[in-house]
């Protein structure tokens, strides 16, 4: 569904009138809604599909009591929690991850911006596209234009965050106190690359989520205006 309010925003976005006859007749007929209230109905759904989303993910506890994104520990350093825990060391193993968690939720903020940027430069090329795919299409057309974009922001806000909340401290004593376990091969990794990574699929698996639910699910429309708008793409 969300696909097909994305054609309409492209065709609010031409200055033509034949390039917006063109695009407007691909789609189902609007009834009485104009389309001033077809634009804002496209972005109440993208605040519900994306902003809304990314700004659970940012609250505390976004990742870490979300148990379709929680970050847990690189399998190469699954040996370091049970050792932990077979020791007695179950809460600093779970302080440990909590702070993976923390960096991650500090580093999604930096990720609506780019969302925005990247839905303002949707073709109607793309739209088509979108329209085609399958549940997730929108979510995909984001990944691929922004997955670069938000590596490149969240991986220096993790490293800067893992020392804000303390990250870098837990994991060192955690490390440290691991390395102390007789006869254990010792550790010692760089966990940014990997948070940056697991975040970046947190934020892309939320959307899809949302996104489906819209697709698929007439209550999911909080207003009037979705209501009225998605209907339009009941229709075709």
């Not at 492209?10 to 390039?19: G, K, R």
């Not at 009485?32 to 605040?47: E, N, S």
């Not at 519900?48 to 990742?63: A, E, M, P, R, W």
């Not at 809460?91 to 999604?108: P, S």
């Amino acid at each position: 569904m969300i696909k097909r309010i994305l054609i309409v925003f492209v065709a609010l976005q031409f200055s033509s009138c034949a390039e917006l006859q063109k695009i407007a007749s691909q789609l189902p007929q609007a009834g009485t809604l104009t389309q001033g209230q077809i634009g804002a109905g496209l972005r109440q759904a993208l605040d519900n599909g994306i902003q809304h989303q990314v700004s659970k993910l940012t609250s505390k506890d976004g990742f870490y009591r979300n148990e379709l994104v929680k970050i847990l520990l690189p399998k190469e350093l699954k040996a370091v929690d049970d050792g932990l825990r077979k020791v007695g060391l179950s809460k600093l193993a779970d302080e440990g991850i909590k702070a993976l968690n923390r960096a991650a939720e500090d580093a999604v903020k930096t990720a609506t911006p780019v969302f925005v940027n990247a839905v303002k430069d949707i073709t109607f090329a793309d739209a088509k596209d979108i329209l085609l795919g399958n549940d997730k299409a929108a979510t995909s057309y984001l990944e691929s234009k922004t997955k670069n974009t938000l590596y490149s922001k969240f991986n220096p806000v993790i490293k800067k965050s893992f020392g804000k909340v303390g990250a870098d401290k837990i994991w060192s004593n955690l490390i440290t106190q691991y390395n102390s376990i007789p006869f254990v091969k010792s550790v010692n990794p760089d966990l940014t690359d990997y948070v940056t990574t697991e975040a970046l699929q947190g934020v892309f698996t939320m959307i899809a989520v949302e996104e489906k639910g819209i697709r698929n699910k007439v209550g999911l429309r909080n207003t009037d205006l979705l209501r009225k708008v998605f209907a339009l793409q009941d229709r075709k």
